[in-house]
C-alpha cells in the first residue's frame, strides 16, 4: 500500500505529509513510516511543476467543470468533442477519459445496446376468436418465458376458458423441461 502511495505521486503524498507535520510529528518519522526517502521529500517540495503538468491540471479542470455543467451526464466522448469545439484543442477522447479516471468522476449515462430482432417472414395470423359471439368450446392457450433474478428461464404453459374467465390448467417448467411434456388439470 505504502509503496503505491509514492507512485501515486508529490499532488497526493505532499498533503499527506503536511497534514502530518501540522499535527506535531517530526519529518523523518513521517517520511519513513510512509517509506519515502528524503532526497524523493526534498526534490518533491523544491520542484516546480512543469509546463506540461500545469496543462495537463488545467485540462483536468475543464473537464470537471463541463462535467459538472452538464449535471455529471455526459460521458469522455461528448466532453472531449465539447472541449474540441469550445477550446479547439486537438485532444484525443483517450486522454479525456484518462483525465476523468484521474478526477475521479465517471458518467451516469450508460451505453445502450440494440436489442437483438426477430424476423418473421410469415404474415400475422388471423383473429379468428374475437368475431365470435358464442364463446363455448373454445381454449386459448398461452406459453410465457420468464427470466428470473439469477438469470435462468422458467416457462410456463397455460390453458385459459374464455367463456367462464379460468384457467384450466397450467404447467411451470425451468428450462431444461418442455413446459407442454407433463400438461395435467391443477
Avoid at 45 to 61: D, T, Y
Avoid at 138 to 148: E, M
Avoid at 163 to 185: C, H, M, R, W
Wanted: proline content about 3%; glycine content about 4%; charged content about 20%.
Amino acid at each position: 500500500m505504502l509503496e503505491k502511495l509514492v507512485l501515486r505521486g508529490r499532488s497526493v503524498v505532499l498533503p499527506i505529509i503536511d497534514k502530518k507535520l501540522t499535527q506535531g510529528h517530526r519529518i523523518t518519522r513521517v517520511l519513513s513510516a510512509l517509506k519515502i526517502p528524503m532526497f524523493t521529500y526534498s526534490n518533491w517540495f523544491h520542484c516546480e511543476p512543469s509546463a506540461q503538468e500545469i496543462q495537463h491540471n488545467n485540462l483536468r479542470i475543464a473537464v470537471e467543470s463541463i462535467y459538472t455543467a452538464n449535471k455529471d451526464v455526459y460521458g469522455y466522448r461528448r466532453i472531449a468533442k465539447t472541449m474540441r469545439n469550445l477550446f479547439k484543442l486537438a485532444i484525443s477522447d483517450r486522454f479525456v477519459l484518462q483525465l476523468m479516471i484521474e478526477a475521479g468522476i465517471k458518467s451516469r449515462m450508460q451505453m445502450r445496446y440494440n436489442k437483438p430482432t426477430t424476423v418473421n417472414d410469415k404474415d400475422q395470423m388471423q383473429n379468428l376468436i374475437a368475431n365470435l359471439d358464442d364463446l363455448s368450446g373454445v381454449l386459448t392457450t398461452d406459453i410465457t418465458y420468464i427470466q428470473l433474478t439469477d438469470n435462468n428461464w422458467v416457462y410456463t404453459a397455460s390453458a385459459y376458458d374464455p367463456e367462464n374467465s379460468k384457467v384450466l390448467s397450467y404447467q411451470i417448467a425451468d428450462g431444461n423441461d418442455s413446459p407442454t411434456s407433463n400438461f395435467s388439470n391443477r
